[in-house]
Protein backbone atom coordinates (compact mmCIF):
# COMPACT_ATOMS: atom_id res chain seq x y z
CA UNK A 1 0.00 0.00 0.00
CA UNK A 2 2.86 2.45 1.06
CA UNK A 3 4.60 1.62 -2.21
CA UNK A 4 1.49 2.33 -4.04
CA UNK A 5 0.98 5.39 -2.35
CA UNK A 6 4.52 6.64 -3.19
CA UNK A 7 4.16 5.80 -7.02
CA UNK A 8 1.21 8.04 -7.07
CA UNK A 9 3.00 10.66 -5.44
CA UNK A 10 5.68 10.26 -7.88
CA UNK A 11 3.56 10.55 -10.75
CA UNK A 12 1.96 13.54 -9.66
CA UNK A 13 4.97 15.58 -9.31
CA UNK A 14 6.00 14.08 -12.82
CA UNK A 15 3.43 15.56 -14.32
CA UNK A 16 3.97 18.77 -12.78
CA UNK A 17 7.98 18.57 -13.82
CA UNK A 18 6.88 17.53 -16.81
CA UNK A 19 4.66 20.26 -17.52
CA UNK A 20 6.95 23.19 -16.68
CA UNK A 21 10.08 21.35 -18.70
CA UNK A 22 7.27 21.61 -21.53
CA UNK A 23 6.57 24.90 -21.26
CA UNK A 24 10.56 26.08 -20.46
CA UNK A 25 11.73 23.67 -23.66
CA UNK A 26 15.09 23.73 -22.36
CA UNK A 27 17.30 22.08 -19.51
CA UNK A 28 20.42 23.25 -18.77
CA UNK A 29 22.81 20.70 -18.00
CA UNK A 30 25.27 21.94 -15.26
CA UNK A 31 28.84 20.74 -14.19
CA UNK A 32 29.96 23.33 -11.29
CA UNK A 33 33.27 23.84 -11.00
CA UNK A 34 33.49 25.98 -7.39
CA UNK A 35 30.82 25.69 -4.98
CA UNK A 36 30.69 29.88 -5.36
CA UNK A 37 29.13 29.60 -8.57
CA UNK A 38 26.30 28.34 -7.98
CA UNK A 39 24.44 31.38 -6.92
CA UNK A 40 25.51 33.88 -9.91
CA UNK A 41 24.51 30.68 -11.86
CA UNK A 42 21.19 30.18 -10.93
CA UNK A 43 20.48 33.97 -11.05
CA UNK A 44 21.86 34.35 -14.57
CA UNK A 45 19.60 31.47 -15.47
CA UNK A 46 16.81 33.43 -14.15
CA UNK A 47 17.68 36.94 -15.42
CA UNK A 48 17.97 35.28 -19.16
CA UNK A 49 14.74 33.80 -18.90
CA UNK A 50 15.30 30.16 -18.14
CA UNK A 51 14.65 29.26 -14.30
CA UNK A 52 16.19 25.89 -14.63
CA UNK A 53 18.88 23.81 -14.04
CA UNK A 54 19.84 19.88 -13.98
CA UNK A 55 23.09 20.50 -11.84
CA UNK A 56 25.39 16.85 -12.35
CA UNK A 57 27.04 15.16 -9.78
CA UNK A 58 30.19 15.43 -11.86
CA UNK A 59 31.80 18.04 -9.64
CA UNK A 60 32.21 17.65 -5.84
CA UNK A 61 29.99 20.70 -5.52
CA UNK A 62 26.98 19.29 -6.81
CA UNK A 63 24.97 18.58 -3.54
CA UNK A 64 26.01 21.87 -1.98
CA UNK A 65 25.22 23.72 -4.57
CA UNK A 66 21.56 22.44 -5.20
CA UNK A 67 20.91 22.95 -1.74
CA UNK A 68 22.00 26.55 -1.96
CA UNK A 69 20.47 27.04 -4.81
CA UNK A 70 17.02 25.41 -4.07
CA UNK A 71 16.77 27.29 -0.68
CA UNK A 72 17.61 30.79 -2.65
CA UNK A 73 15.62 30.65 -5.76
CA UNK A 74 12.86 28.05 -4.84
CA UNK A 75 11.06 29.20 -8.04
CA UNK A 76 13.75 27.41 -10.13
CA UNK A 77 13.13 23.95 -11.51
CA UNK A 78 16.00 22.30 -9.97
CA UNK A 79 17.02 18.80 -10.32
CA UNK A 80 20.33 16.80 -10.07
CA UNK A 81 21.90 14.63 -12.63
CA UNK A 82 24.76 12.09 -13.26
CA UNK A 83 23.22 10.19 -10.53
CA UNK A 84 24.37 6.98 -10.62
CA UNK A 85 23.88 5.44 -7.15
CA UNK A 86 21.06 5.36 -4.41
CA UNK A 87 23.59 7.26 -2.08
CA UNK A 88 23.91 10.04 -4.77
CA UNK A 89 20.09 10.61 -4.87
CA UNK A 90 19.64 10.10 -1.46
CA UNK A 91 22.23 13.25 -1.26
CA UNK A 92 20.36 15.20 -3.93
CA UNK A 93 17.02 14.43 -2.31
CA UNK A 94 17.85 15.82 1.03
CA UNK A 95 19.79 18.66 -0.51
CA UNK A 96 16.27 19.71 -2.03
CA UNK A 97 16.46 18.13 -5.67
CA UNK A 98 13.36 18.04 -7.30
CA UNK A 99 13.80 15.40 -9.56
CA UNK A 100 16.86 12.92 -10.24
CA UNK A 101 18.89 12.24 -13.98
CA UNK A 102 21.00 9.51 -14.99
CA UNK A 103 22.82 8.84 -17.70
CA UNK A 104 21.70 5.16 -17.74
CA UNK A 105 18.47 2.89 -16.21
CA UNK A 106 19.76 1.65 -13.04
CA UNK A 107 17.27 -0.61 -11.52
CA UNK A 108 18.26 0.01 -8.03
CA UNK A 109 17.86 3.41 -8.00
CA UNK A 110 14.83 3.63 -10.43
CA UNK A 111 13.03 1.87 -7.77
CA UNK A 112 14.14 3.54 -4.68
CA UNK A 113 13.58 6.84 -6.14
CA UNK A 114 9.50 5.88 -6.85
CA UNK A 115 9.92 4.47 -3.07
CA UNK A 116 10.47 7.70 -2.25
CA UNK A 117 7.77 9.37 -4.03
CA UNK A 118 10.69 11.12 -6.08
CA UNK A 119 10.56 12.22 -10.04
CA UNK A 120 13.57 10.15 -11.64
CA UNK A 121 14.28 10.46 -15.84
CA UNK A 122 16.21 7.11 -16.56
CA UNK A 123 18.55 7.12 -19.34
CA UNK A 124 17.44 5.11 -22.40
CA UNK A 125 19.32 4.62 -26.12
CA UNK A 126 17.42 0.71 -26.75
CA UNK A 127 14.07 -0.07 -27.05
CA UNK A 128 15.14 -2.40 -24.36
CA UNK A 129 16.02 0.21 -21.86
CA UNK A 130 12.60 1.91 -22.86
CA UNK A 131 10.86 -1.46 -22.11
CA UNK A 132 12.51 -1.85 -18.59
CA UNK A 133 11.52 1.32 -17.18
CA UNK A 134 7.61 1.24 -18.51
CA UNK A 135 7.53 -2.05 -16.97
CA UNK A 136 8.28 0.32 -13.68
CA UNK A 137 5.61 2.75 -14.41
CA UNK A 138 8.10 5.51 -15.85
CA UNK A 139 7.66 6.79 -18.85
CA UNK A 140 9.37 10.38 -19.24
CA UNK A 141 12.99 9.25 -19.76
CA UNK A 142 16.09 10.63 -21.03
CA UNK A 143 17.69 9.94 -24.25
CA UNK A 144 20.99 9.31 -23.92
CA UNK A 145 23.45 10.41 -25.45
CA UNK A 146 21.86 11.60 -28.01
CA UNK A 147 23.46 12.57 -31.00
CA UNK A 148 26.41 10.11 -30.56
CA UNK A 149 23.01 7.36 -30.16
CA UNK A 150 21.66 8.28 -33.89
CA UNK A 151 20.18 11.56 -33.47
CA UNK A 152 16.93 12.65 -34.25
CA UNK A 153 15.97 9.83 -37.21
CA UNK A 154 17.10 7.27 -34.50
CA UNK A 155 14.57 9.00 -31.31
CA UNK A 156 11.83 9.07 -34.38
CA UNK A 157 12.82 5.17 -35.12
CA UNK A 158 11.91 4.70 -31.38
CA UNK A 159 9.17 7.24 -30.65
CA UNK A 160 7.17 5.16 -33.24
CA UNK A 161 6.02 1.66 -31.03
CA UNK A 162 6.57 3.65 -27.68
CA UNK A 163 4.02 6.36 -28.76
CA UNK A 164 3.41 6.68 -24.74
CA UNK A 165 6.65 7.72 -23.65
CA UNK A 166 7.85 10.93 -24.22
CA UNK A 167 11.77 11.68 -24.35
CA UNK A 168 14.67 14.49 -22.63
CA UNK A 169 16.66 13.89 -25.16
CA UNK A 170 20.21 14.89 -24.24
CA UNK A 171 24.19 15.12 -25.09
CA UNK A 172 25.69 16.89 -28.07
CA UNK A 173 22.88 19.34 -28.39
CA UNK A 174 23.04 22.50 -29.34
CA UNK A 175 21.59 25.72 -31.31
CA UNK A 176 22.29 23.96 -34.50
CA UNK A 177 20.04 21.24 -34.16
CA UNK A 178 17.79 22.02 -30.83
CA UNK A 179 15.02 22.56 -32.86
CA UNK A 180 14.94 19.22 -35.02
CA UNK A 181 14.59 17.48 -31.75
CA UNK A 182 11.49 19.92 -30.51
CA UNK A 183 9.42 19.35 -33.09
CA UNK A 184 8.71 15.61 -32.24
CA UNK A 185 5.71 15.61 -30.72
CA UNK A 186 7.30 13.35 -28.03
CA UNK A 187 9.96 15.39 -26.79
CA UNK A 188 9.06 16.95 -23.70
CA UNK A 189 12.31 19.55 -23.76
CA UNK A 190 16.10 19.07 -24.67
CA UNK A 191 19.08 19.38 -22.16
CA UNK A 192 21.96 21.34 -23.04
CA UNK A 193 25.32 22.79 -22.17
CA UNK A 194 26.30 25.33 -24.68
CA UNK A 195 25.41 28.30 -22.69
CA UNK A 196 26.60 27.16 -19.39
CA UNK A 197 30.32 25.67 -20.07
CA UNK A 198 32.47 25.13 -17.47
CA UNK A 199 34.70 27.45 -18.60
CA UNK A 200 32.20 30.40 -19.16
CA UNK A 201 31.76 29.26 -15.13
CA UNK A 202 35.43 28.90 -14.13
CA UNK A 203 36.17 32.83 -15.40
CA UNK A 204 32.83 33.88 -13.77
CA UNK A 205 31.60 35.18 -17.01
CA UNK A 206 28.09 34.63 -15.84
CA UNK A 207 27.05 38.01 -18.28
CA UNK A 208 27.98 35.76 -20.89
CA UNK A 209 25.57 33.11 -19.79
CA UNK A 210 22.97 35.48 -19.65
CA UNK A 211 23.14 36.33 -23.10
CA UNK A 212 23.36 33.01 -24.20
CA UNK A 213 20.29 31.76 -22.24
CA UNK A 214 18.48 34.64 -23.41
CA UNK A 215 19.16 33.86 -26.58
CA UNK A 216 18.61 30.32 -26.65
CA UNK A 217 15.40 31.37 -24.65
CA UNK A 218 14.52 33.24 -27.91
CA UNK A 219 15.32 30.91 -30.19
CA UNK A 220 13.02 28.28 -29.14
CA UNK A 221 10.07 30.74 -28.87
CA UNK A 222 10.76 31.13 -32.28
CA UNK A 223 10.72 27.33 -33.34
CA UNK A 224 7.05 27.73 -31.00
CA UNK A 225 5.97 30.62 -32.94
CA UNK A 226 6.47 28.82 -36.24
Known sequence: MMLFLSYLLSRSRTLNIVERARQL???????????????????????????????????????????????????????????????????????????????????????????????????????????????????????????????????KAICAPYKQVQFIPTGGIDTKNIGQYLALPQVVACGGSWMVKPELLEMGNFAEVKRLVAEAVAMVNQYRAQ
Open 25 to 155: SIIPVVALPKLEHALPLAESLIEGGLPCAEITFRTDAAAEAIEQISKRFPELLLGAGTVLTTEQAQRAMDAGAQFIVSPGTNPTTVDFCLSKGVTIFPGVCTPSEVEMNLAKGVDVLKFFPAEPAGGVNFL
